[in-house]
């Protein structure tokens, strides 16, 4: 026996045997920003979880996981992803300059609770090169670890700089770099923003060995506008979506995961 085919059947249960490609539902923001819309309540979030089971995958923090549990058991239900590490850089409250990751869990422990996959950041961009060293032996630990034990491995690429350059998110070549330095360290999926263009996109999708699966973002006033975002992404090559905002933040969370499935995998 090979932890490869551990690797092999997690990643088939995140992706659509039919249409190739993955719907994951992010529901970790908690940790980055607090209660949100959608989340603000436990109860708020054991009723949304159980709603979606529609999803391909379901990204969670470790210190929920016991109380929303039931989301994930049994046939037809999403598979499971650890949201592995805590991250300040984005925060609006106290924020700071540029911030820092910690890990959350070990891949051992996420094993233990039954997990298919795990997301990491890797922040590329530092003031300072040895944070960045540090950021890339960081996720490369995980990598070898989620090798060792046949967990899949998303990886989120995303600027140090993104407090005081913005404008780094449209750029597809160093978007195209971020992503590239994220497979080629080990993961599995990476999950990236959308950088404006369908074209920008298909450059830095056509660069990426390894499945790319497109971040939500903020959530939209106008939901044509994510629509159009994901119809762009699949026109571009992405294998997917990682999107939450858009999903749990809906006035009908449930029936926009059903619009979003139909654009990502062409259902009726």
Same mark, same amino acid.
């Given at each position: ?40 309540? +436990? %109860? ?7 709603? $979606?089971? &529609?999803?391909?995958?379901?990204? /969670?923090? @470790? #210190? ?110 160093? +978007? %195209? ?7 080629? $360290?080990? &993961?599995?999926?990476?999950?990236? /923003?959308? @950088? #404006? ?72």
């Amino acid at each position: 026996m090979d932890a490869r085919t551990g690797k092999k059947i997690r990643l088939g249960r995140l992706f659509d045997q039919q249409s190739g490609k993955s719907l994951i539902v992010a529901y970790s923001h908690g940790v980055l920003m607090g209660p949100q819309p959608g989340m603000r309540t +436990l %109860a708020d979030m054991r009723h949304f979880t159980q709603s $979606i089971a &529609a999803a391909d995958g379901l990204l /969670v923090t @470790p #210190g929920l996981l016991t109380h929303l549990e039931d989301a994930f058991i049994g046939r037809q239900r999403p598979a499971l992803l650890i949201h592995l590490d805590y991250q300040s850089f984005n925060r609006t409250l106290l924020p700071y300059q540029q911030g820092a990751t910690a890990a959350l869990a070990t891949i051992e422990e996420v094993v233990a609770a039954g997990a298919d996959g795990v997301m990491t950041y890797l922040y590329i961009g530092y003031d300072d090169p040895l944070r960045e060293k540090l950021e890339i032996e960081r996720n490369a630990q995980v990598a070898r670890a989620c090798e060792r034990w046949g967990v899949a491995l998303m990886v989120e690429p995303r600027t140090a700089r993104e407090r005081t350059h913005p404008e780094d998110d449209a750029n597809a070549a160093l +978007l %195209a770099l971020y992503c590239r330095i994220a497979a080629e $360290i080990g &993961a599995d999926i990476v999950k990236c /923003v959308h @950088p #404006g263009t369908t074209a920008g996109l298909a450059e830095v999708v056509a660069s990426c060995p390894v499945p790319l699966l497109v971040a939500g973002g903020p959530k939209q006033a106008d939901p044509e506008v994510a629509y159009q975002r994901v119809r762009s992404a699949i026109e571009a090559g992405a294998a997917g979506l990682v999107f939450g905002r858009n999903i749990y933040e809906a006035s009908d969370p449930a029936a926009e995961l059903v619009r979003f499935r139909q654009i990502i995998h062409q259902e009726s």
